[in-house]
């Protein structure tokens, strides 16, 4: 389940999507779209898998160190 600002997200219920995806949801679903791009040759695949690729580095990455976080800055703050 993607938003139009390419979101992913873990739950739909009532018609709204809820929980924002975990770092290896990104992943696996960038792996999906390149693999899709290798049998096909249709470039919107490969497009998409770039689209989240830029989403997951700017959203997961920390900035001190490089390394990625499990959850997005999108996600619920705990306190």
């Known amino acids: 389940m993607m938003d139009e600002k390419s979101g992913l997200f873990r739950i739909w219920k009532n018609g709204q999507l809820h929980t924002p995806a975990f770092l290896e949801d990104f992943a696996i679903l960038i792996h999906a779209f390149i693999d899709l791009y290798e049998c096909s040759f249709e470039e919107e695949w490969l497009q998409l898998a770039e689209e989240l690729a830029r989403h997951s ?21 705990l306190t």
């Open 57 to 77: 580095i700017a959203h997961f990455q920390d900035p001190e160190d490089g390394l990625f976080f499990f959850n997005s800055d999108l996600g619920e703050k």
